[in-house]
C-alpha cells in the first residue's frame, strides 16, 4: 500500500492484535523500531513515511517475521 491511512492502520492494528485495546495500548507504547516514538505521535503526525514504516511492523507481527 503506497499510502496507508490512519484509519486503515488502526484498523490493521485491532485485527493483528485481535482486541481493540490492546491495538491502542500498542499504538501508545514507544517502539524501538520508531526511535522510541510511539506509533500514535506518528500517525497524528501524518508523516507518510512513518505510517508506511507502523504498517510494515503491523505485518511483520501479523506474519511472525522477527527482525
Given at each position: 500500500m503506497e499510502h496507508?491511512?490512519?484509519?486503515?492502520i488502526r484498523r490493521y492494528a485491532s485485527e493483528v492484535?485481535?482486541?481493540?485495546?490492546?491495538?491502542?495500548?500498542?499504538?501508545?507504547t514507544d517502539i524501538p523500531a520508531l526511535h522510541d516514538s510511539t506509533?500514535?505521535?506518528v500517525l497524528i503526525s501524518g508523516d507518510m513515511?512513518?505510517?508506511?514504516?507502523?504498517?510494515?511492523?503491523?505485518?511483520?507481527?501479523?506474519?511472525g517475521v522477527v527482525s
Open positions: 496507508p491511512s490512519d484509519q486503515f492484535f485481535g482486541d481493540p485495546a490492546k491495538a491502542e495500548t500498542w499504538l501508545r506509533p500514535d505521535s513515511e512513518g505510517m508506511r514504516h507502523i504498517l510494515s511492523i503491523l505485518i511483520q507481527i501479523d506474519y
